[in-house]
């Protein structure tokens, strides 16, 4: 066999009758091999052999012409033309056409022997660039509990829940799944901080569950984590590190394809941290709709969706998502002088190989460009990749044979505030799409305690409570026992102001429950908004004592005791609180304002005020006008009305225009410190 090979080199490396140059092994398939393949076909990398040698890549030569010429392989799935990405894997036609040829006349070798040959082809990456860490070792290594994957059938997604050990909050500037094993082919990672993941992997008693992705899991500040074969090291500039609080989890949802034999599925997790916190945050916009509906049979059938951006956008990077039955998809821009710029465009689209794509010179997109999406079903029997035969009608869903049509886009804004209106408005625009598809999701499967929770919280956000109260109510009837079901029905009921009932709501929980912390807080919250103080006290209290940890119900004690003056044992309450959950200061604005300006004398600490509300101004980065407003109360209080006056006007000119009352409350308090008086509140 090498001797055949051996011989075979002299003779093809001679110039052919024809007098055209022989296509060869060593001048010019190994390198196209080694950059376009080498990513992944090398020993121990993602694809399931090696191509990194001379007689590895003849014994396959006839399957890799067939697969390029497909455009199978290398997989890389956006049109050229529609979007310029990093790292773009595609091959050129010409390339495509060496390939052929080098087959067609016999693959050969072209040096003047094989170990030679092996030698001069330019290398892949080694094995340890692919297949381990890269550079550098990452600071924290995770590992998914191991799951038995069966050895065959059909695909599985597995969403697997993963505490982060860390003591506080870090900036995380790279994560990098190590699969472990060919049977997982891509992975998404995002971040909950609820534990609302974690009780849905607990509920399930092997490693992992499979289902429905919880509302809390989600991409942090836009970066789309995952694994797909072949990827890099992803390691991010410092300047893009976001923030990982302590107690949060990876949720890691792994595609997985039984290989054949049974396979214990582990993947690594590699975490590498920065010191620096970011100097931007990206902003991840979600187009889609969840309303889908593909009927049976349908060849031709698109889904469409957009969004006009409020502010001027910086587009870093993009990730359609779509399960079996889409043929195609685009993606692009229209601008508001109408001019139109591509996203992305995929005209073969395989659920099989989704990527994130990161454009190759980000581009900024000025406020009033319109986003557009579309999507192209074929539900009919000739589509081959679709899963039904005879096809069945598709709605949108978690399951992989459920129907979903999504595009992420990570943008940066020009300024923060512009970042807070894009992802409010934005954030909007996805929750009511999240619960058009709870609503779908519903349908099918009314009794489903989790999605109705879901359902209303989405609507609590969206400040529809009567909707939230519908859903709230429904749990409570399937699960009469769970105090926690009461205790919503009742946050429902006082959003619509139904104050009564929400209290009787929250009493029951507490009958189910005497130490539902929780409910101790919301019944005294319920008890203050009808002016039984004392009532509300007892209320916080008991909500502290049952748990300590409860940083609400202490700041709500606090803001009591500061009105009921009892300053100092408020600020005793109020350090505990910035010590558990120090962005709640902006939430106790109110008990500053008392102790800075309380009717009674001896009930003020202006000092002390002064030092919280300092640190609210610093938190707000000096643009709140509220924040503002408060610290020149609190120096006006200590007398030193210049500063006073100062910090007023700054809270005047801070005043967003939808908020008149505010702005004319500011006036008059800034009118008296002209005057050389303090603020004080009415009694
Ligand atoms: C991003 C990683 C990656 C790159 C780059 C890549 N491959 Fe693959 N390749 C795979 C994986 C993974 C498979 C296994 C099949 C699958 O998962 O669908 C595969 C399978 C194959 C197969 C077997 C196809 C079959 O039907 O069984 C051939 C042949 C192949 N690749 C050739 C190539 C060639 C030639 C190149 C470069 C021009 C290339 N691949 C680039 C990942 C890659």
Known sequence: MLAAAGSSIHAQDAPTPSGLRAVTYTRDVAPIIATRCGACHVPGGDAPFSLATFDEVRRRGAMIAAVTRSRFMPPWKPEPGFGQFEDERRLRDTEIATLA????????????????????????????????????????????????????????????????????GRWVSGVFLRPGNRAVHHANIRVDRTGASRRLDEADPLAGYEGMIARSADFPDGHFLGWTPGQATAVLADALAWRLEAGSELVVQLHLR???????????????????????????????????????????????????????????????????????????????????????????????????????????LPAGTRLSLEYRFDN????????DRPPTRATWGWRSNDEMADLWLQVLTRTDADRITLRREVGRKMQTEDAVGSEVLLQRDPNHVNLRNDAAGLYLALAQPAKALLHFAAVTALTPGSAAAWFNEGVALDALGRTDEAAARVTQALVLDPSYSPAHNNLAGLHLKAGRVSDARAGFERAVATDPRNADARANLALILAGTANADAALAEVAIVLEQKPDLLAGMTPMVWLLAAHPEPGARRPADARRLA?????????RDAAALDVLAACHAAMGA???????????????????????????????????????????
């Open 101 to 168: 040829q080098w087959v067609e006349r016999g693959m050969p070798a072209g040096a003047t022997s094989k170990t030679r040959a092996d030698a001069e082809a330019p290398r892949a990456p080694p094995v340890e660039a692919s297949a381990g860490w890269g550079n550098r070792p990452p600071d924290l290594v995770l590992r998914l509990p191991a799951y038995a994957l069966r050895a065959g059938g059909d695909d599985v997604f597995r969403i697997f829940s993963v505490a982060v050990p860390i003591a506080s």
């Open 258 to 364: 039984p290989s054949g034999k049974a396979e214990t599925i582990s993947p690594q997790i590699g975490l590498y941290f920065s010191d620096t916190p970011p100097a931007t945050i990206p902003t991840a916009i979600r187009l889609g709709r969840q309303d889908l509906v593909v009927p049976a049979g349908a060849a031709r059938h698109l889904v469409t969706d957009s969004y006009v951006l409020p502010v001027d956008a910086e587009v870093r990077a993009v990730q359609p998502h779509a399960h079996y039955r889409v043929r195609a998809m685009d993606a692009w821009a229209t601008l508001p002088d109408g001019s139109r710029r591509p996203l992305i465009r995929i005209t073969d689209w395989d659920m099989n190989w989704q990527d994130r794509y990161l454009y190759a010179a980000p581009f900024w």
């Open 380 to 387: 009919s029997e000739a589509n081959p990749r679709n899963p």
């Open 614 to 622: 300092d640190r609210l101004v610093a938190q707000t980065g000096r």
């Open 641 to 683: 009305f210049a500063v006073a006056i100062a910090l007023a006007g700054e809270a005047e000119s801070a005043t967003p225009a939808n908020q008149p009352l505010l702005r004319q409350a500011i006036r008059e308090r800034l009118a008296l410190y002209r005057t050389g008086k303090p603020y004080v509140l009415a009694p």
